[in-house]
DNA sequence: CCGATAGTGAACGCAACCGTCTTTTAGGGT
DNA sequence: ACCCTAAAAGACGGTTGCGTTCACTATCGG
């Protein structure tokens, strides 16, 4: 149904060509074009006409598969998400648990982390309504249950201490990542999940 | 213009109450329904005009005094502030561990803890810059600072692990209820805080 | 080759709300 | 008592950005 040859192909990002995209291809550059406004200037300056703009379309093209600048967010989002990845057993809850926290990071420093943070800082009160129960079942749901398998892992195999599989404890790691995140320049590199795990998570689970 | 009776003319629960507030009088007024409208719709659905109403007063008083909304919320916000107090040596890292963690629920769950955290859910990108300083000095930074001290404490006092006595440690405590109140349902009760006292602070501490 | 479908681009209406300004009135200093 | 300043109340203009609509045109299926 797709023709691969595409007029858009290299010869100028702007060069005055026609390049009407549909279906698939049109819906792709939107949801890039919408991550990168939300990205860089968050979503009260995400605007339709700017991601419009961005995607070399008009607004009628957005409007004719979104309701609202919300739902299209939403939709981006989710596009962008991959499937969540289960963890497998490293024979510690330690690599385990390094293993998350590094993801973790990774995840959180691209562009799609990146826009998730810019959402869950920004959110009035009726988007909050909106987005709410979505990051929680997306973004925050599924961390804390892969961290409580760890954790009940760990518990089972000896190297966790019992009790510590509790939803209490899964929120550390998240918790913290977001709150360093917010708060504190955003400095969430490689060196910091070494210390948290060294510091926090290990120190906290330890038997 | 002959008659005097004025005095108000609409709904005014006041009931012919002095209505015409000057100086410090009328501040306090504005600063409270500031904070009313900054906890009950947070900063988007906070208006100049809201707050004039709701303080009974015209937005020419308002700007009259700050510059902006922006202005007016950090004014209320450091107003509604009451000094930071040291935490005294309670003879175990536990015991002032607890005090800090309770403590900190009881703001968090005070008006003004509602309307910081609603603030730090809702700023976009231009705001940020402008209030993150702010919380930074005036929130973050000094309940850092307290906890550090008791981890310091401890580790003199020998109840706290070495080495313990880090801002990645620290940064704990708010971390997970700032998450909690903010990701989970806003459940931040003294049962929480126990449970992040015995499922997470003292494991993590204990030497 | 032709008609249906969908994208383009721009104009418009509309609502919210900021910040200014004006008019009338009350308090309080002197 | 008098006058000056500040307050109350709201009208006003301006900006922003959402969401709609319209006329036109490229692309695709048949």
Redesign the pocket.
């Known amino acids: ?3 691969p040859d595409r ?1 858009q192909s290299a010869d100028g990002p702007a060069g005055g060509a ?6 698939k291809a ?1 819906e792709a550059a939107i949801f890039e074009a919408a991550l990168d406004q939300l990205t860089s200037g968050g979503f009260a ?5 700017g991601v419009a703009g961005a995607a ?6 957005l ?2 598969r979104w309701a ?2 919300a739902d299209l967010v939403m939709d981006a989002l989710v596009a962008a998400m991959p499937p969540p990845t289960g963890i497998p057993d490293l024979g510690s809850a330690e690599a385990e648990l390094r293993h998350v926290v590094q993801g973790y990071i990774v995840v959180l420093n691209s562009r799609l982390g990146a826009a998730v943070r810019t959402l869950m800082g920004e959110l009035d009160h009726e988007r909050a309504e909106f987005f709410k129960g979505f990051l929680h079942e997306r973004v925050v749901e599924p961390t804390a249950a892969g961290i409580l398998g760890i954790l009940r892992r760990g518990e089972a195999r000896g190297d966790v201490r019992k009790g510590a599989a509790v939803s209490t404890v899964a929120d550390v790691m998240p918790a913290m990542l977001l709150y360093r995140a917010k708060f504190c320049g955003g400095v969430c590199d490689e060196e910091f999940g070494e210390e948290l795990l060294g510091q926090v998570l290990l120190p906290m689970v330890r038997p």
């Open positions: 149904m797709d023709q007029r026609p390049l009407r995209r549909r279906g049109l300056r995400m605007t339709m006409e070399q379309t008009g607004k009628a093209a409007y004719r609202s600048k």
